[in-house]
């Protein structure tokens, strides 16, 4: 009970290598069962720095960061993250798969936005973002997976000295309808893992009704899953395959973590061509690779259509066709008219020819929406860029650049 009224700890995880001097202010000691994750001081605003915009970051819980790590894809994995928004966990698992597809789903549209958008600022190619029910995925994706995470919905009782409000929500029945929800969810997961596969169960909460009642439930009705012992660097051996993690006895807030293998052998790395998308007309995507030669350094051929835009698909993907899809894979961009417009997650997941800005003012004018100057850069498509991070387009006219910053994330 005392621990709940100390202040809460923050902690951030870094996506790109950045120089000691360049880090923000307020970054303390590593997190020791996280990589690249560190603590951050109370008062650090790194939220507030163009690092943060360019994707440099991403801010998130010390505990939060605990279910990726036990979950622990190989490089090549397919994997699906269920339950996804905001996206930390899922920035988490798509930089582990420096080789394999992750599939991070949101049942809540306006939260897979959210989710989606986080996925672009980090800069992740690698990546298909759905929303769409876990019943309706799992008649589409039986057996497609070789990790799975269910970072559940839950009570959110180990979120009480971060969030207080949440306290105020709380109820009594609150427990026992996530348990009876949190099931539901486990079962369809259950169906989309591969024979073999790793299958994560996470909540942020203490009760029991919610952790330890939901695994017995589950494998009483699943004799072919098994509970997996794990330990990290840092936390207390989970013998048993189960982790409690108390905020008066490790330096984060209340979590709950499950690592289960389904029984047997098999893989889930199903390639799809186009995943049932529609595949982009001959003729266009050739010229978007011609004009795009002069703008980036490492085009790719774009093989699939979301929409009217185009997008390069990651090498795994489960079959799209009758899916929600708000992201698939790296997004290139598309014709407004006969002019090329370089799709914002471009500039973010691939190389280009640049505008260096030379201070944080002007990187902060930037992503305000101002126009910048540059007199020797040559007109036409170039990305902008502070310290080395990619903060978005700019079109070069004259000596002057128009800005091409998402209006919806201008600051």
């Known amino acids: 009970m005392a621990a709940l009224d100390a202040p809460y700890q923050r902690g951030l995880r870094f996506r790109r290598a950045m120089a000691r001097k360049d880090w923000p202010d307020g970054i303390l000691e590593p997190i020791p069962w996280a990589r690249d994750g560190w603590y951050l001081a109370a008062d650090a605003a790194a939220g507030q720095s163009p690092a943060h915009e360019a994707g440099a ?34 920035t988490q698992l798509a930089a582990m798969l420096t080789e394999g597809t992750l599939v991070a789903n949101e049942i809540v549209p306006s939260r897979a936005r959210i989710l989606s958008s986080n996925i672009e600022r980090l800069g992740f190619d690698n990546v298909v973002v759905t929303s769409e029910a876990p019943d309706r995925l799992a008649v589409l994706w039986s057996g497609r997976f070789d990790c799975i995470l ?39 997961a259950a169906v989309m893992l591969r024979p073999g596969g ?19 439930s589950f494998l ?24 409690r993690v108390w905020p008066h006895k490790v330096r984060g807030e209340g979590h709950f973590a499950a690592l289960l293998r389904k029984a047997g052998e098999g893989h889930g790395r199903i390639s799809e061509g186009s995943a049932g998308l529609p595949r982009p007309d001959a003729k266009q995507a050739q010229a978007f690779m011609a004009a ?13 259509m979301l929409g009217d835009r185009l ?17 698939a894979g790296l997004t290139l961009g598309g014709w407004k008219g006969k002019t090329l417009v370089p799709d914002h997650a ?37 990305a902008v860029s502070w310290q080395g991070l990619p903060l978005g387009w ?12 998402p209006k919806g994330l201008r600051k």
Not at 396 to 402: D, E, L, M, R, S
Request: aromatic share 6%.
């Open 198 to 216: 790793r299958m994560v169960y996470s909540t942020c909460t203490f009760s029991r009704a919610e952790n330890e009642e939901v695994m017995e």
């Open 394 to 405: 700019g079109k070069a006219v004259q000596g002057t650049v128009k800005n091409h910053y």
């Open 57 to 90: 970051f991403y801010l998130q819980e010390p505990s939060a960061m605990i279910p990726a790590e036990v979950l622990a894809p190989a490089a090549d994995d397919l994997v699906l993250d269920l339950c996804a928004a905001p996206g930390g966990k899922s």
């Open 150 to 188: 269910v970072d559940a919905p839950c009570s959110g009782e180990g979120m009480f000295r971060r969030h207080p409000e949440t306290a105020g929500e709380w109820n009594e029945d609150a427990p026992a309808g996530c348990a009876r929800r949190q099931l539901e969810i486990l079962k369809q």
């Open 311 to 327: 997008v390069w698909l990651p090498k795994q993907c489960p079959p799209l066709a009758g899916v929600r899809v708000l992201r």
């Open 292 to 304: 795009l030669g002069d703008i980036v350094t490492t085009p790719v051929m774009p093989d699939a």
């Open 346 to 382: 471009l500039s973010h997941a691939r190389t280009a020819r640049e505008l260096t800005l030379s201070s944080e003012t002007d990187a902060r004018r930037y992503l305000h929406g101002e126009t910048l100057e540059s007199a020797d850069l040559p007109d036409g498509w170039c």
């Open 220 to 243: 009483a009705e699943h004799p072919d899953f098994r509970l997996v012992p794990f330990a990290l660097p840092g936390l207390p051996e989970a013998a048993d395959g189960m982790l």
